[in-house]
């Protein structure tokens, strides 16, 4: 069981920077793949980024590529989205979610675990 807990949210200017954290409990951190997903209202929940166990991959929606960095600290169990540039269309509910499998999953079914969210909202 892992508890997931986003923080940093907030409502921002187009082009400027935000930064994500998710707190996870428990002492296994490292055994999951982490991913964040966003959702804005009266679409579908998707994928942004992912990163793997303890090997520093990662994987990005092309949306976001090159815009958001996510990362994390084993020792601290977090993980990070660094986002900059942002823009309108990054308005949305963001998570944080656990992956109990190797790889660097992008479906939702793919996660096990997830946070209850943290709204950024990008002004135009």
């Known amino acids: 069981q892992v508890l997931l807990v986003e923080s940093g949210g907030g409502l921002v200017q187009a082009g400027d920077s935000l930064r994500l954290s998710c707190a996870a409990s428990g002492r296994t951190f490292i055994a999951y793949t982490m991913g964040w997903f966003r959702q804005s209202p009266g679409k579908e929940r998707e994928f942004v980024a992912a990163?793997?166990?303890?090997?520093?991959?990662?994987s990005y929606a092309d949306s976001v590529k090159g815009r958001f960095t996510i990362s994390r600290d084993n020792a601290k169990n977090t993980v990070h989205l660094q986002m900059n540039s942002l823009k309108p269309e990054d308005t949305a509910v963001y998570y944080c979610?656990?992956?109990?499998?190797?790889?660097?999953?992008?479906?939702?079914?793919?996660?096990?675990?997830w946070g209850e969210g943290t709204q950024v909202t990008v002004s135009s």
């Open positions: 979610a656990a992956d109990r499998n190797f790889g660097l999953a992008t479906a939702i079914y793919d996660y096990d675990y």
């Open positions: 990163i793997s166990r303890s090997d520093g991959d990662t």
